[in-house]
């Protein structure tokens, strides 16, 4: 048994949430690089290996430092994905942004719904133990949003996320696709809006998922079993 694996994007984000496990030899921790394409990737690749070792994962956790929708969540909360959302995963059109589902292409043609819950078992357990967390869907977007427009449009199609990233959605889909729960666990950096990188507070938003991880633990289950079994 090989616990949880947990994906971030960038190394200061894996050694943040290593520095606040309670018990590392459960949880594998490994920076994927930024951005959907590469996260799931690498997550499907490692889910590949362990599985083929006789060692699959028993969930995957996408995590690190996330946008917050302003007047949702602070720069420095914490955030738990009940879904993660392929934000923009669609078409354009004169009348607005498309999403997947309804470009006319046969349900069975797409793979993965465009919004993937949390597991549900997992998602308890983490709010349990992390109740300062604020809880609601996750945007995954391939481009950072950076205007007012942009944002506003955002909040128009998704009036109930708290959260944008780069990866969860794709981590997820990888997960989907090996049968294994997943979640996703977000700190904030930002407050999404028109474009400030000099203002993003890696640093509070670091501290927080150190603080965070401690909710990776164990379940009675894997505590019972060595990794490595
Ligand atoms: O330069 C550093 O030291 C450093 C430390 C930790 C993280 C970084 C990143 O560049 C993280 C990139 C990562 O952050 C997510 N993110 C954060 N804010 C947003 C946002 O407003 N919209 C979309 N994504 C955001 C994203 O998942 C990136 O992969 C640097």
Redesign the pocket.
């Known amino acids: 048994m090989t616990g949880l694996l947990v994906v971030t ?2 190394p ?2 894996a050694e943040a949430v290593r520095q606040g496990l309670a018990d590392p030899t459960t949880v594998t921790v490994v920076p994927v690089g ?1 951005g959907p394409a590469v996260a799931g990737a690498a997550t499907a690749r490692l889910l590949a290996l362990a599985e083929a070792a006789g060692r699959p994962y028993q969930g995957v956790v996408s995590a ?4 917050g929708f302003p007047g949702r969540v602070p720069v420095g909360g914490t955030v738990l994905g009940d879904h993660s959302v392929a934000a923009d995963l669609g078409a354009e059109s004169p009348e607005g942004f498309l999403p997947v589902e309804e470009l006319g292409m046969p349900a069975e043609l797409l793979g993965a719904p465009s919004v993937l819950a949390a597991d549900p078992t997992l998602l308890t357990r983490l709010r349990q133990r992390l109740p300062g967390a604020t809880v609601g869907p996750v945007l995954t ?1 391939s481009t ?2 950076g205007t007012v427009t942009s944002t506003a449009a955002l909040v128009a199609r998704h009036p109930t996320a708290v959260a ?4 969860g959605y794709a981590v997820a889909v990888a997960a989907d696709q090996a049968r294994l729960p997943f979640v996703e666990l977000r700190t904030i ?2 407050p ?1 809006g028109p474009r400030d990188r000099a203002a993003w507070q ?1 640093g509070t938003a ?1 501290t927080a998922l150190t603080a965070a991880a401690a909710a990776l633990g164990p379940t009675g289950d894997q505590a019972a079993t060595p990794p490595g079994c």
């Open positions: 994007a960038v200061a984000e930024v690190g430092v996330a946008g977007v950072v949003t944008e990233a780069m990866e950096s930002n999404i890696l670091l």
